[in-house]
């Protein structure tokens, strides 16, 4: 079972839809927990990170965990073309060692049809 | 404006040759990271530092070396590149202790090696 795992799509939705972006991941030690878009042959870049079970919002993107059910999710509201990327999951475990093991799920690619 | 900067956007070498990717923070963060991504596989992490002449191995560190002299830069070293090291490589930095913790990752503007 990988560690971070994504449906890797595409995901295809129109215009001003909702996009439901889902990740699920294996180790309960995870504490921190982000999304991050990537843009065709650019580099990631952070959306949004959550920490505690439930819901967060920024703008039109909202960030949902369930520690319990071990996973998380990314809703983007009023989809635009210009929202059409890879969306990448990130966990952060604390590992016995005492330093922090960032994983990165393999990314979701979602198209916005105009 | 935070800002992870790398050496080179695009670089061909030939197989055997050394290549040298180096990459410059400007947040004073403790932590950096070397990834690579690569289709269907996703960013697997090669090493990383978090403090001045600390690294750990990451995933898949077999054919590469890192160095941190000094907090802002990272280098990434592959000592005789192989075909199977053609890649996007990314650098990544963050604040916090001992890997991050709850800090999200900067990444620089990657490199794409092609090895011939």
């Known amino acids: 079972q990988k560690e971070v795992e994504q449906n890797s799509g595409p995901l295809s939705v129109p215009e001003g839809a909702i996009a439901s972006l889902n990740c699920t991941y294996s180790?309960?030690?995870?504490?921190?927990f982000f999304w991050y878009r990537q843009y065709s042959g650019k580099s990631p870049e952070l959306i949004m990170s959550?920490?505690?079970?439930g819901d967060k919002e920024d703008g039109r993107f909202t960030a949902q965990l369930n520690k319990a059910s071990q996973y998380v999710s990314l809703l983007i509201r009023d989809s635009q073309p210009s929202d059409s990327a890879t969306y990448l999951c990130?966990?952060?475990?604390?590992?016995?060692?005492?330093?922090?093991?960032?994983?990165f799920g393999t990314g979701t690619r979602l198209k916005v049809l105009a | 404006d935070v800002k992870v900067t790398q050496s080179s956007r695009y670089l061909v070498k030939r197989t055997g040759e050394k290549v040298f990717l180096e990459c410059v923070q400007d947040?004073?963060?403790?932590?950096m990271f070397w990834y690579r991504q690569d289709p269907g596989l996703g960013l697997r992490l090669i090493y990383f530092?978090?403090?001045?002449?600390?690294?750990e191995k990451g995933d898949i560190p077999e054919g590469y070396s890192v160095s941190r002299e000094k907090k802002e830069r990272f280098s990434l070293i592959l000592e005789s590149t192989s075909t199977n090291q053609t890649s996007m490589y990314l650098c990544?930095?963050?604040?916090?202790?001992?890997?991050?913790?709850?800090?999200?990752?900067?990444f620089g503007p990657g490199t794409r090696l092609t090895v011939l």
């Open positions: 990544a930095s963050s604040g916090g202790l001992a890997g991050g913790g709850y800090n999200e990752q900067f």
């Open positions: 180790d309960r030690g995870s504490q921190s």
């Open positions: 959550i920490y505690s079970n």
């Open positions: 990130a966990v952060n475990i604390l590992k016995a060692s005492g330093t922090y093991k960032y994983i």
């Open positions: 947040m004073d963060h403790e932590n």
């Open positions: 530092s978090y403090d001045v002449k600390m690294k």
